[in-house]
């Protein structure tokens, strides 16, 4: 059981920005995403694209703003739980109960729910057997190449991530690419690798073919796909990754018995607080008359809950306003030497 001044859900730049204005007011943070990566929208669909509207930074990428939004939290040490997606929030005495899919339980006063337009997840298999083998042998993600090493494995899809994958993994194990048409959708440079690697015979392409089973009985023995005309062909292989993007989805959040207006939650602009006494919710997840979907909204929200959650930590002392100019006791928890008069 971990306990926290603030549990903050979602690692995107708002949920990272709350942690530093939770941290420079004196308040410990722990944060949670269902990515295996902290950004985002930012990491996950366009970190090469450039951002114009950050202020005072006149362009930066969706990678290099989450850089610099991380650098600017590294003083307050905070743990990310990645790979993890909240599930349940109940309140136990006057705290609030939060566990993940993986058991993870925090116990908080706070919470702040940073969700963006909700947990991103995996596109799936629909065909028979791709629920009974996920995680044993059907992959979305990679998180250890070193298992596929000498291996047989089935790729499908036709995007950056279904082509980077079946370029890597053919260095050392033997590698079926399919995709259900024949042109793939990935940058011109992957796909001229991927057509020399067939002809070299280093790599077996199969279009337009779709999955249709994976069969087995402890472990994934064959798969089975088939083409426009419903021929079916089998594939004796022992994994079977699939990569077609993610989808995303509200979740769990809308059984959290908070209000929902649509898929957005409604708040209480002067400290962001949901209809749930110590749970707030900011970035693109919230909504108010005039909410603009931006960065910089997101950052003027998490400023105004972070303050908010200070009441409920620390109930017995006074929240003062400060400025990180002039504050010691800010510059203090950013670890700065030399105080400025
Ligand atoms: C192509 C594109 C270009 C854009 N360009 C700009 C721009 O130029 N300027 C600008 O200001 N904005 C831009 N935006 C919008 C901007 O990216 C969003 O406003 C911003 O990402 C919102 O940040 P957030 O932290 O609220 O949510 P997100 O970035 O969506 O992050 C939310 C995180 O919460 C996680 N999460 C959700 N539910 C759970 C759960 N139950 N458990 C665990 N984790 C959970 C998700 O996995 C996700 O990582 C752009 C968006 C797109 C798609």
Known sequence: MIKTDVLVI?????????????????LKAEVVDNL?????QCIELYPDKPIYDIPAVPECTGESLTKNLL????????????????QEVLKEKNLWKVTTNKNTIFLTPNI?????????EPRKFSCDGAEKFEDRGVFYTIKDKKIFKNKTICIFGGGDSALDWAIELSKFSKVILVHRRNEFRGANNSIAIVKKLEKEKKLTIRTPFQINSIEGK????????????NKTEKIK??????FFGLIMKLGPIADWGINLDKKHIPVNTENFQT???GIFA??????????????????????LAARACFKLAKPNEKYRFEFTTTSKNVQDRLGIKKNND
């Open 10 to 26: 979602g690692a995107g730049p708002v949920g990272i920005f709350s942690v530093h204005q939770l941290g420079i007011i004196g």
């Open 36 to 40: 295996d990566k902290i950004g985002g």
């Open 71 to 86: 650098e600017q939290i590294k003083p307050f040490k905070t743990n990310f739980h990645l790979n993890e997606r909240v």
């Open 112 to 120: 702040i729910i940073a969700g963006g337009v909700g947990s991103f």
């Open 218 to 229: 402890n472990e994934i023995e064959y798969i089975t796909i088939k083409n426009e005309d």
């Open 237 to 242: 292989t022992d994994y079977v990754l699939g």
């Open 275 to 277: 209809n749930k006494e």
């Open 282 to 303: 900011i970035g693109d997840i919230c909504t108010y008359p005039g909410k603009l979907k931006l960065i910089l909204s997101g950052f003027h929200e998490a400023a």
